[in-house]
């Protein structure tokens, strides 16, 4: 399920909750990746949301790549590393990459992907292993190897990675939306009155 929270200065951050809470090792089957919609023309962040796969390894700092398509081998726009907190063992949680706002395009196809030196953290994704239907049809999760067997609906297309990114540039904020339809409604009120007044003294 995708959701839109409003953030300052006409920006958005856009959650896509795939439905799901297995996770996919990002140093065994990586770089690991999403390709998405891109909502906005300015990109602030990037998240993801991982998994604690080994508590034994060392937390060590990831690499997310922003790539312009929808495959692991499209140009890379821009790259930066970021170290989580990772907790407990099979902790979910959501870590951030400040992108800075990078220039894209709106409605374009974009990939996100993330490598790791060490097995200690996953990818969240879904939906859950018996499910058929797809969360998020603007992409798709997306492994530098072969993760999931011919019995999983992976092999189907169907599965998307827990991911958020904040945008702006294109994405309205509610207050924004709301004195846009009082206007409307105020132009419209003034039209109707405007058009009675000249009835009235066609009639008189």
Do not use: H
């Not at 959701?3 to 300052?8: K, R, Y």
């Not at 390894?57 to 790539?67: C, D, F, G, Y």
Request: glycine share 12%.
């Amino acid at each position: 399920m995708a959701t839109i929270a409003a953030m300052p200065a006409q920006a958005a951050t856009v959650v896509q909750d795939a439905g799901g809470s297995r996770g996919t090792s990002i140093f065994k089957y990586g770089p690991v990746g999403q390709s998405f919609t891109m909502v906005g023309t300015s990109l602030a962040s990037f998240g993801f949301q991982f998994q604690t796969i080994s508590t034994a390894q060392t937390n060590a700092a990831l690499t997310l790549s922003l790539l312009d398509g929808s495959t692991l081998g499209a140009t890379v726009l821009r790259q930066v590393t970021g170290t989580p907190v990772a907790g407990a063992a099979r902790q979910n949680f959501w870590y951030d990459f400040d992108l800075g706002g990078l220039t894209l395009t709106d409605g374009a196809i974009y990939t996100a992907v993330v490598s790791a030196t060490t097995d200690r953290l996953g990818l969240v994704y879904g939906p859950a292993a018996n499910a058929s239907a797809d969360g998020y049809a603007g992409g798709q999760l997306l492994t530098s190897k072969p993760a999931f067997d011919a019995a999983s609906n992976c092999t189907k297309g169907i599965c998307d990675a827990n991911f958020r990114f904040t945008s702006g540039g294109a994405v309205p904020e509610p207050a924004s939306w709301a004195m846009l339809l009082l206007g409307f409604g105020a132009v419209g009120y003034t039209l109707r009155r405007t058009r009675g007044v000249k009835v009235a003294r066609q009639l008189v």
